[in-house]
């Protein structure tokens, strides 16, 4: 690595932890940063600079906790705003934006979606604690999707009531389209970073395998803490329940089946359960013929690697 190479790192990481400023300060600014952060990981071309060098409980350390629950925030919005031109077709009003129902979870403390948990710790190999009382990341987020609406309440409860003064037939059509472009430019750089994330994690873990497949010591210190990495993983299994959504919700809209996010999506998922194959079992195996022949079976090479383990 030359020293050019190796010393911007340090300097994205400082620019991209203040990603709660941006969020409060506007969408455009914290889309512009998730942006930015998506290629810087492929000018890295690995996830290291997500990662700091100092040892566990550190600003760096900190930080990927940061973009897994930022991420994990704006897969929600966004996954919905590419929905919304076909949901608008279908009603007469529907706002692009509402109040964040009850039932999205910010933390990621919940139960895990679809039947993972202790298998996406077992594969990881997390630490199976997170010290009591820690205050996660998202805690401080939370009032930065005030103006988001859970993929799960469009899904599960269908489209949300009209409001009194809602917009009329045009205008909500108008606000879908602009949720749809923004989409399609927001998608793809979260699924970069989500991929970022998910091998970042793996690679950090504590345990290492040899060539022939048996455990190694690992030959330095995690740069992830153990409550991190256990936090984390959970975030980025809620991510990957809420891209099964997405899927869930685009086979059974036809006329939706030709977006280019879709094979972003399955390739980002495929990313995670390779590494978590015993995730959201039933959830995968309902959606398995969609995913394998949507888009002229585009998206199957992408789920080989979780496949193989099959």
């Given at each position: 690595?030359?020293?050019?190479?190796?010393?911007?790192?340090?300097?994205?990481?400082?620019?991209?932890?203040?990603?709660?400023?941006?969020?409060?300060?506007?969408?455009?600014q914290r889309h512009g940063a998730l942006q930015a952060a998506a290629l810087f990981q492929q000018l890295s071309a690995s996830p290291h600079w997500l990662l700091g060098i100092s040892g566990p409980n550190t600003q760096e350390d900190t930080f990927f906790q940061l973009v897994v629950e930022v991420l994990g925030i704006e897969f929600t919005i966004l996954l919905r705003d590419a929905?919304?031109?076909?949901?608008?077709?279908?009603?007469?009003?529907?706002?692009?934006?509402?109040?964040?129902?009850?039932?999205?979870?910010?933390?990621?403390?919940?139960?895990?979606?679809?039947?993972?948990?202790?298998?996406?710790?077992?594969?990881?190999?997390?630490?199976?604690?997170?010290?009591?009382?820690?205050r996660t990341v998202s805690d401080a987020l939370a009032d930065q999707v005030a103006q988001g609406l859970s993929l799960r309440h469009t899904?599960?409860?269908?489209?949300?009531?009209?409001?009194?003064?809602?917009?009329?037939?045009?205008?909500?059509?108008?606000?879908?389209?602009?949720?749809?472009?923004?989409a399609q430019e927001m998608v793809p750089a979260c699924c970069v970073l989500y991929e970022a994330c998910i091998e970042a994690l793996a690679t950090s873990a504590g345990d290492v395998e040899d060539a022939d497949g048996s455990l190694q010591a690992p030959t330095a210190p995690s740069p992830?803490?153990?409550?991190?990495?256990?936090?984390?993983?959970?975030?980025?299994?809620?991510?990957?329940?809420?891209?099964?959504?997405?899927?869930?919700?685009?086979?059974?809209?036809?006329?939706?089946q030709q977006d280019p996010l879709i094979l972003a999506v399955i390739r980002a998922l495929g990313r995670?359960?390779?590494?978590?194959?015993?995730?959201?079992?039933?959830?995968?195996?309902?959606?398995?013929?969609?995913?394998?022949?949507?888009?002229?079976?585009?998206?199957?090479?992408?789920?080989?690697?979780?496949?193989?383990?099959?």
């Open positions: 690595m030359t020293p050019l190479q190796s010393s911007w790192r340090p300097y994205a990481r400082f620019y991209f932890s203040f990603l709660p400023a941006f969020s409060r300060a506007g969408q455009t929905l919304a031109p076909f949901h608008a077709a279908s009603a007469s009003a529907y706002p692009i934006t509402s109040a964040v129902p009850e039932d999205l979870d910010l933390t990621g403390a919940g139960p895990p979606a679809s039947g993972a948990g202790d298998g996406a710790g077992e594969c990881l190999r997390a630490s199976p604690s997170k010290a009591p009382g820690s899904l599960d409860d269908g489209l949300p009531p009209a409001m009194p003064d809602g917009p009329s037939p045009s205008k909500a059509a108008e606000q879908a389209q602009a949720a749809w472009r923004r992830i803490s153990d409550g991190v990495a256990m936090t984390a993983l959970k975030t980025l299994d809620n991510t990957a329940g809420t891209l099964l959504q997405y899927l869930e919700t685009i086979a059974s809209m036809r006329e939706a995670f359960l390779a590494e978590v194959p015993t995730a959201h079992r039933a959830a995968v195996k309902q959606l398995w013929p969609f995913m394998t022949t949507v888009l002229d079976g585009e998206g199957e090479a992408f789920l080989l690697p979780y496949s193989m383990q099959e």
